[in-house]
């Protein structure tokens, strides 16, 4: 390609990104593919020859943006889906041009990464020996800090090979809240346990772990002959957004030799707010800790992390040797502490671009925002007559459902079709949640542009499509 053509199609690429985010809070929050577009996309269709790069704006323009989940919207509230920082946006496009492998060699972007994740732990509230890698998201750090955790206890155990790792592996038993995420579930698959051996501990009613029944369940295990190796406790349940406070759960792991990890996908940074800091207790002490920038820091999906307190558990895991790949000691490859070798650069320095824009203090007012705005929701929620405000928080996850008989259907049926009404209309977006057998609707806040007003709209969108759906009235 000629400079002046690349050049002149990244400009108007630029330009195309600066308008497409201004204008998108104007646009409709989703817009469903429709079915024959749908099929076109799908079909794959490489041409013989190549074509023009002009194409490729014109195809993200017309065929692609025009069908976005909606998660860049102000006023989309489902799962925990963030819009895009404009740092990570510009970082991103910056990261790829260098398009560094940061698993193997020297790379200053590795460098940055070390960087970013000791950034992250002092966020989190980790201690300063803590170290671990980006990952692609949550998932994939669950993955992480699990294996490790398996590691480590086979380590200790002296099984890490031969018929003594059968003999334990056969026994490790893990352990979860009822309101884990289902991302450790895979994990514990992923990493060779079958589902009987993760025990899904109860919660209490506001959604924490029940740490008596943690124990009990510990004590059965232990005296059946089993190996309890690991409880994952939640730092943000992603139903309700409840925490669960890590320093009874590490005390518990500590007497029976066990691997705390925490998943914070959704709340890991939430130590930093005051108003909160009570709920992490023992956040410092705990082995491991996933976090998720790509939610509630808004970097670029996907920019996930694996924080080990004591980094060389994870390098105990995962670092593997090659004749092809001559590690360096003294500054370890990040591939020795993950699954992948090529891996992009992209993650660091969007992570570190978003970082930088906010600094400490505007971590904490982003999340302070969001906190608020879900006071707000609550508030609004409990002084409307035909809503009825559900269990949830402190995380700023709103859980509500209408006071309706709901002559011709269940309460649960007509919760998920107001909200795949309201999902059609195209003014808000929100999604349900189980929550006492029943399908309730959620609204999660992590987007820094949605303002108070977004969430009168949600809620008159709400309103509105109950009473288009002819089914309720107060009770
Ligand atoms: C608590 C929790 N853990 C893990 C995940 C998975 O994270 P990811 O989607 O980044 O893989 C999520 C996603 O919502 C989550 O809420």
Redesign the pocket.
């Known amino acids: 390609m000629h400079p002046k053509v690349f050049r002149d199609e990244l400009v108007r690429a630029a330009e195309w990104v600066a308008d497409y985010l201004v204008r998108l809070p104007e646009l409709p929050v989703t817009r469903p593919v429709p079915d024959a577009h749908r099929r076109v996309l799908a079909a794959g269709s490489l041409p013989d020859d190549g074509q023009d790069l002009g194409g490729l704006l014109d195809f993200v323009h017309e065929s692609v943006a025009p069908y976005p989940t909606g998660n860049g919207h102000p006023a989309f509230f489902a799962?925990?889906n963030s819009p895009p920082s404009p740092p990570g946006v510009i970082a991103e496009l910056l990261a790829c041009a260098i398009n560094a492998t940061c698993g193997m060699g020297e790379h200053a972007l590795m460098d940055l990464e070390r960087g970013v994740v000791r950034d992250l732990a002092a966020l989190a509230g980790l201690p300063t020996t803590t170290g671990g890698v980006l990952t692609?998201?949550?998932?994939?750090a669950?993955l992480l800090c699990l294996a490790t955790a398996r590691q480590w206890f086979l380590q200790q155990h002296g099984a890490t090979d031969g018929p003594a790792y059968d003999q334990a592996h056969a026994r490790l038993v893990a352990y979860h809240s009822d309101q884990a995420?289902m991302?450790v579930a895979k994990a514990t698959a992923v990493i060779g346990l079958p589902p009987w051996r993760l025990r899904a501990v109860p919660t209490t009613r506001d959604r924490r772990m029940d740490v008596s029944a943690l124990r009990a369940a510990v004590d059965r295990d232990r005296a059946s002959g089993l190996l309890p190796f690991c409880v994952v406790s939640?730092l943000?349940?992603?139903a309700s957004g409840a925490i669960d406070t890590p320093a009874p759960i590490t005390d518990l792991c500590r007497r029976y030799g066990m691997w705390h990890h925490a998943?914070g996908?959704?709340g890991g940074l939430g130590a930093a707010l005051p108003e909160l800091a009570s709920a992490y207790a023992g956040v410092a002490d705990l082995d491991s800790l996933?976090v998720?920038p790509?939610?509630t820091l808004s970097v670029p999906v996907?920019c996930?992390a694996a924080l080990v307190t004591d980094p060389e558990q994870l390098r105990a895991a995962f670092a593997f040797r090659a004749s092809y790949l001559d590690g360096d000691q003294e500054w370890p490859w990040l591939s020795d502490y993950t699954i992948e070798l090529t891996r992009p650069g992209t993650r660091a320095l969007t992570l570190w671009a978003t970082l930088r824009h906010l600094g400490r203090s505007g971590v904490t007012t982003l999340l302070s925002h969001y906190q608020d705005l879900a006071r707000h929701l609550r508030e609004r929620i409990q002084d409307h007559p035909r809503l009825e405000l559900c269990t949830s928080g402190p995380l700023p996850v709103v859980c509500f459902r209408l006071r309706t008989t709901a002559q011709d259907s269940t309460p649960s049926a007509f919760h998920a079709a107001v909200a795949a009404r309201l999902q059609q209309r195209g003014h808000a977006y929100l999604a349900t949640v189980e929550h006492h057998g029943e399908t309730i609707l959620r609204a999660c806040i992590c987007n820094y542009r949605t303002t108070t007003a977004d969430l009168d709209t949600l809620l008159h969108e709400v309103l509105t499509t109950a009473q288009l759906l002819n089914g309720t009235h107060a009770r």
């Not at 692609?136 to 994939?140: A, E, L």
């Open positions: 799962w925990i692609s998201g949550g998932s994939m669950n995420h991302s939640n943000g349940t992603t998943d996908a959704w996933t998720d790509h939610k996907g996930g």
